[in-house]
Nanobody
Framework: QVQLVESGGGLVQAGGSLRLSCVASGSIFTINRLGWYRQAPGKQRELVATISSGGNRNYLESVKGRFVISRDNAKNTVYLQMNSLKPEDTGVYYC?????????????WGQGTQVTVSS
């Protein structure tokens, strides 16, 4: 059984910073991908950033240059450093794990953490 537990959300003013953390536990395969998605009210969930076990990163265009995703493999933890936050970054942020290779991995989700950016 795989579990993902997020922390670090909150309320911040525009231009501020937050760091999200997500700890994965259970049977984690060596080849995997960790990432963050977000969902704003009335909108679909969207990919924010991912990082593979090999260190390859992928970002949503609108967060490039402001957000940085990183991971600590020894702790099975993924981080999302969010800088220069904007009101449009508001939403529930979900940690995601693809446990295995792209063609065969199972997907897991955390419970979500609220990020609210005030103008």
């Amino acid at each position: 059984q795989v579990q993902l537990v997020e922390s670090g959300g909150g309320l911040v003013q525009a231009g501020g910073s937050l760091r999200l953390s997500c700890v994965a536990s259970g049977s984690i395969f060596t080849i995997n991908r960790l990432g963050w998605y977000r969902q704003a009210p009335g909108k679909q969930r969207e990919l924010v950033a991912t990082i593979s076990s090999g260190g390859n990163r992928n970002y949503l265009e609108s967060v490039k240059g402001r957000f940085v995703i990183s991971r600590d493999n020894a702790k099975n933890t993924v981080y999302l450093q969010m800088n220069s936050l904007k009101p449009e970054d508001t939403g529930v942020y979900y940690c995601n794990l693809r446990n295995g290779a792209a063609t065969e991995g199972d997907y897991y989700w955390g419970q979500g953490t609220q990020v609210t950016v005030s103008s």
